[in-house]
Antibody, heavy 123, light 107 residues
């Protein structure tokens, strides 16, 4: 069973860089089954997709964060990471690591597993 | 971008009730629609994928239907642990998945 656990800084100052990591257990981040991604949920609001990373290394990024975001995976640590630069208060949210089923270029796809999430406040 | 609109945004129901949540897409997404349940303090869970396929382990009281731009999630015989927020998500565009605004189901 795939289990995802996020860890983050809790508090980040405006204009600085937010970094969160996701520890993956139950499968390898090099798995051919899953793509990896990040979702976020601002306080009191709904879910927002921000990025996906596929086995071949291809990525999709939300226009809301494109140019500020790096998503990557580390096979040696079995981790997925998110780095978001030049943060503002609008980036305050609970960040969820996800494992999904689907391909880079075509539907369908779905999010099979979610982490519990880590709250990051920009202030 | 494909916009997803859920209704209602919230509803109150009782144990045993039948509840239906609807989701409308701004363009034809065929059957590329997923449903998730999110309880406070827990990770979201996949309920339904591809509009009507029940995810492994999800009780059969959850059913999904629809095609094109109109979709629905029905819970037949609401149970105590069904009180949560439900989200639809279009899976037509891997490059830009979008969620509905959520429907909160309260006691």
């Amino acid at each position: 069973q795939l289990v995802l656990q996020e860890s983050g800084p809790g508090l980040v100052k405006p204009s600085e860089t937010l970094s969160v990591t996701c520890s993956v257990s139950g499968d390898s981040v090099m798995s051919s089954i899953y793509f990896w991604g990040w979702m976020r949920q601002p306080p009191g609001k709904g879910l927002e997709w921000i990025a996906s990373l596929y086995i071949q290394g291809g990525t999709h990024e939300s226009p809301a964060v494109r140019g500020r975001l790096t998503i990557s995976k580390d096979a040696s640590k079995n981790e997925v990471s998110l780095r978001l630069t030049s943060v503002t208060a609008a980036d305050t949210a609970t960040y969820f690591c996800v494992g999904g089923i689907g391909s880079y270029a075509a539907p369908p796809f779905w999010i099979d597993t979610w982490g519990l999430g880590t709250l990051v406040t920009v202030s | 971008d494909i916009q997803m609109t859920q209704s209602p945004s919230s509803l109150s129901a009782s144990v045993g009730d039948r509840v239906t949540i609807t989701c409308r897409a701004s363009q034809d997404i065929k059957s590329y629609l997923n449903w998730y349940k999110h309880e406070v303090g827990k990770p979201p869970k996949l309920l339904i994928y591809s509009a009507s396929s029940l995810h492994t382990g999800v009780p059969s009281r959850f059913t999904g239907s629809g095609h094109g731009t109109e979709f629905s999630l029905t819970i037949n015989g609401l149970q105590a642990d069904d009180f949560a927020t439900y989200y639809c998500q279009q899976s037509h565009s891997p490059s830009l998945p979008t969620f509905g605004g959520g429907t909160r189901v309260d006691i």
